[in-house]
């Protein structure tokens, strides 16, 4: 039985996009689906409300979640991407490494048609396969993404308020990404609209991905580049002399009329990013 976006709390934003606004951080998830694949945009902060996203998701897609794009290293965003078991995992690479680069240490795996290069200089795929990369896509060495201090975004999550129980089991079992994208990696769902990932950042945080809609209209996952909901934080781990130009790849890739989803808070307008943009700026001494 078929049940839709907003049976489940998910907000419809165009055919066959959508996000939730889950409880404690406000945090956005995304889901893009298809015909026979989805892709989930962040995987929630804990084990326990990544497997209530997957359930949702698809129920909402009526197939499995077979992509799962996040968008930065931070706990809230990914700490539940371990209950995608088979999903692949897709990052931005951040500076210095190659286009559609497989994450350091998975066995370089091409992730099976999903993300996979054709010579194009832009990676495309056509969004369907088995979803697995070249690893099991757990434990080990995560690619770069998450470092190597799992003790510390633990200790993070629990400063948050996340249960140290909870923290300490989702920091363990951290998913090993299996894709980086740099530049930019296009996706061509069987049945669903054009996806394109881009490696945005730095701004945030050294690796800003989003993930960019070809629907009607355009819808663009920005992560925590753009908040709504507060201010933008800028922890230890942002690059704030870049966040602007990072706004402004944003609103290259989007377009004016596009509607952009903040990591936290309320859908926004082109307007809202460009201000938000202006107000970094100045926050931070930037041109």
Not at 17 to 34: A, E, N, Q, S
Not at 154 to 177: F, I, S, T
Request: aromatic share 4%; proline share 5%.
């Amino acid at each position: 039985m078929s049940v839709t976006w907003e049976e489940l709390g998910w907000e419809r934003l165009a055919e066959g996009v959508g996000r939730c606004r889950l409880p404690v951080w406000d945090c956005t998830v995304g889901l893009i689906t298809g015909t026979g694949s989805a892709l989930l945009v962040d995987a929630g902060s804990s084990l326990a409300e990544g497997a209530r996203l997957r359930g949702q998701a698809e129920a909402i897609a009526g197939h499995r979640v077979r992509l799962v794009a996040l968008t930065h290293p931070h706990f809230d965003h990914v700490f539940g991407a371990a209950a995608f078991a088979g999903a692949t995992v897709l990052v931005a690479a951040g500076e210095g490494a190659s286009p559609g680069a497989p994450a350091p240490g998975n066995g370089g795996g091409n992730a099976h048609g999903n993300a996979q290069g054709h010579g194009d200089g832009h990676g495309r795929g056509d969004g369907r396969g088995d979803g697995r990369g070249g690893g099991d896509g757990r434990g080990g060495g995560d690619g770069g993404f998450f470092g190597t201090d799992r003790a510390g975004m633990c200790a993070d999550a629990v400063r948050n308020g996340l249960d140290r129980r909870a923290a300490e089991e989702a920091a363990d079992a951290l998913v090993r990404p299996h894709r980086t994208v740099r530049g930019t990696l296009d996706l061509e769902p069987a049945g669903g609209p054009r996806i394109r990932l881009a490696d945005v950042g730095p701004g945030h945080t050294a690796r800003d991905l989003a993930v960019v809609v070809a629907s009607d209209p355009v819808v663009v996952f920005c992560g925590d580049l753009v908040e709504e909901s507060g201010e933008p934080q800028a922890g230890p781990d942002a690059v704030p002399s870049r966040w602007p130009a990072a706004l402004d790849r944003l609103l290259e890739l989007g377009g004016e009329d596009a509607l952009y989803v903040p990591g936290h808070g309320a859908v926004v307008d082109a307007s809202f990013v460009r201000a938000q943009r202006d107000a970094l700026a100045r926050r931070f001494g930037v041109s």
